[in-house]
């Protein structure tokens, strides 16, 4: 079956990065793009960005730009989302979510979520 | 990274009908298809209403969504104590490659 199965809980300090991995099976990796949404304790759902696994082309939330960099290993069927430069507000669970049509935007399925703390 | 307005809250007995509202502009409901997701307590969310109007096999046809305009509805009839839990509007703004903004979610309780 279809399956997004990201890395574990992270803890970081401030000023510190970040890289959660998204692992796909079940599915031709290279036909779908990928999506990155974090959610903040108590919070509602925010996209980071997207990344076209196939050539590695992506496009990020103007909130993001600079500081995040997805990238793709199709070797491994794997997608990546560094977030830079953590402060206290990074503080969320982040999701990888494939698109099963790009015009659509319809994310289908997510990643359980990985949940990154950063505190000093 | 603008977002779509949602009610907080909206609650029903079982077996009621409860709606939820989705407010957005021309640069996203608009002009784009509109996907709601589901998230239960403690899951990921999930995909309940894409395009619109149409379900994921496996989605019960309880669920159903509209769009006029530039505001969209989620309507949820014959009410469930498994339906609790927040719902989300979506849609793509402005262009392919645009921001993709979500609203601010609904908590549905079963009284």
């Known amino acids: 079956q279809v399956q997004l199965v990201q890395s574990g809980a992270e803890v970081k300090k401030p000023g510190a990065s970040v890289k959660v991995s998204c692992k796909a099976s079940g599915y031709s990796f290279t036909d779908y793009y990928m999506h990155w949404v974090r959610q903040a304790p108590g919070q509602g759902l925010e996209w980071m960005g997207i990344i076209n696994p196939s050539g590695g082309s992506t496009s990020y939330a103007q909130k993001f730009q600079g500081r995040v960099i997805m990238t793709t290993a199709t070797s491994t069927d794997t997608v990546y989302m560094e977030l830079r430069n953590l402060t206290s507000e990074d503080t969320a669970v982040y999701y990888c979510?494939?698109?099963?049509?790009?015009?659509?935007?319809?994310?289908?399925?997510w990643g359980q979520g990985t949940l990154v703390t950063v505190s000093s | 990274q603008s977002v779509l307005p949602q009610p907080p809250s909206a609650s029903g007995a079982p077996g009621q009908r409860v709606t939820i509202s989705c407010s957005g502009n021309r640069s996203n409901i608009g002009s784009s298809p509109v996907n709601w997701y589901q998230q239960l307590p403690g899951t990921a969310p999930k995909l309940l209403i894409y395009?619109?109007?149409q379900r994921p096999s496996g989605v019960p046809d309880r669920f159903s969504g509209s769009k006029s305009g530039t505001s969209a509805s989620l309507a949820i009839s014959g009410l469930q104590s498994e339906d609790e839990g927040d719902y989300y509007c979506a849609a793509w703004d402005d262009s392919l490659g645009g921001p993709y903004v979500f609203g601010t979610g609904t908590k549905v309780t079963v009284l």
């Open positions: 395009n619109t109007h």
């Open positions: 979510a494939r698109d099963l049509h790009l015009v659509v935007g319809q994310f289908d399925p």
